[in-house]
């Protein structure tokens, strides 16, 4: 199991508190303590379990293979190392696989924009970008339709 655990005691015994570190995924408190000390590393620990909890999604596009987690796009033994706007708007397209996505829910899942109309220009060039690295496979592509939106179209 993977439970965080805090520590809380006022032993002062340097291997007493070597040995709380040990255990891994925990941490150690000395009384007296505060509180909002006590709060802040448990939602410290909690953080880091979640964010090691997530897990490496892999999605077969074609011949590629994308690992969002790692931000990669392989293709046979070539790596393209994707930014973090690049991985989201691929991974966004993957989920939608076939079908339209809005320009403007993918600028707001993205940045978080209301006002799409300030990363339109932002989205062309990442979709220029990501359409160059899946070239190499001609049975994916990615279609831009004016009114309707993007598409990841991979033909099976």
């Not at 439970?3 to 508190?17: A, G, K, L, Y």
């Not at 293709?75 to 079908?99: D, G, M, P």
């Not at 899942?109 to 989205?123: C, N, R």
Request: with cysteine.
């Amino acid at each position: 199991y993977n439970t965080p655990i805090i520590f809380t005691t006022s032993r002062e015994v340097n291997e007493d508190f070597k040995a709380g570190f040990q255990i891994g995924n925990s941490d150690y408190v000395r009384k007296p303590y505060r509180i909002m000390e006590v709060l802040l590393r448990i939602d410290s620990l909690l953080s880091k379990q979640v964010s090691e909890i997530k897990p490496d999604i892999t999605f077969q596009i074609g011949n590629y293979s994308f690992l969002e987690k790692e931000q990669t796009l392989m293709f046979e033994c070539e790596k393209i190392h994707l930014n973090n706007y690049e991985t989201a708007v691929l991974t966004l397209l993957c989920k939608h696989r076939n079908t339209y996505i809005t320009r403007e829910e993918l600028i707001k899942q993205v940045w978080g924009e209301t006002q799409t109309g300030l990363k339109a220009a932002s989205l062309n060039n990442i979709l220029s970008r990501l359409k160059k690295y899946l070239a190499k496979d001609k049975q994916v592509q990615i279609v831009s339709v004016i009114k309707l939106g993007v598409k990841l179209e991979v033909k099976e």
